[in-house]
């Protein structure tokens, strides 16, 4: 009788066979494949985005596979989940790009190999490095909250103190864009729009970066207060880093002192407008964008036609809304009442 080849060399013949039948059939119930990538599987928004791409697949019979990111900024994982789907077959993928540039030559990969591509959230950079992006107006949710702090602080805007905490060193195009937008709205010169960090304005007290987390955000908010402590106005990437900082403040006496802003829309943010520790956040929709997503992938599988941004545009809006219980005359807003019915997490 003849020898069998050994065990582990049959496991891996066995394992490219089941991969080469998987690229060509989908998967093994022969639904097409589709893949989310989010940043990291902890933050509300990519759980609440992962629901809203899981609801949708089983509405449209897709067979979906999702990845994330150990920390935010955790490229390399981003790029492992590429390859992982380009292995399976998989019709395409959306992500949340934890770097906006360095994930780009895993992107154009997988496009050469036929799979569509779409953003969720945060442009890739350069923008058409995707098929399609499906976001939030990132400037537009930064210059919401800038246009409001500003009619809030009134005739003192002029001596504000501004702490900015920021997502990460490497400045991904989420990041930029809604600091930036914060400024624009706020009267503060952005110098070059797609950098952060190297405008001139006095009232700038400093910025520091967060990995969009409490902890980051509580981190970031001390040594902004050692730097300066007569910091008066926050404006926090999101609301897990909006509730470090204050944490931060309410430790240092100053959470009564300090206006707070944010960008998200979750149901805890929304809470925390509410109970007033955030003057106003700007609320974003996941779901819309994880559930089109899938829905323009699936198209895809369909009839061949990948996914495109609208004529003239590098994304298409899934809209933002400014949440606060203190309007300001001149800023369009909704009360928490609204924020709370169309919040998320």
Known sequence: MPRSGPPRLIAVLLAASAVALAACSGGSDGRPIIGLI?????????????????????RDGIDLRTFAGKVDGDNESQVTAIENLMALGAEGF????????AIVPAIDRAKKA??????????LDPPDAADSTFATDNFQAGKLVGEWAKAKLGEQAGQARIAFL?????????????????MAGFGIDTADPD??????????????????????????????????????????INEPAAAGAYQALKAAGKADSVTLVAIDGG?????????????ATSQQYPLKMAADGVTAISRFAQDGVKPANPEGKEFTDTGVTLITDDPQTGVESKDTTFGAENCWG
């Open 267 to 279: 149901c805890p943010g929304v809470q925390s407008v509410k109970d007033g520790q955030l003057g």
């Open 195 to 236: 950098r952060i960090g190297d405008e001139k304005d006095p009232r700038i007290s400093g910025h520091d970066v967060t990995d969009g987390a409490a902890d980051g955000g509580r981190t970031a908010m001390e040594n902004l207060l050692q730097r300066d402590p007569k910091i008066n106005l926050v404006y926090a």
């Open 94 to 101: 959306m992500i949340t790009p934890n770097d906006s540039r």
């Open 38 to 58: 989010t940043k990291t599987d902890t933050n509300p928004f990519f759980v609440t985005m992962k629901n809203g791409a899981r609801a949708q697949a089983a």
């Open 114 to 123: 036929g799979l569509a591509v779409i953003a969720l959230d945060s442009q």
């Open 166 to 182: 920021d997502l990460s060193p490497e400045q991904p195009s989420v990041d930029v864009q809604r600091d930036q937008g914060f």
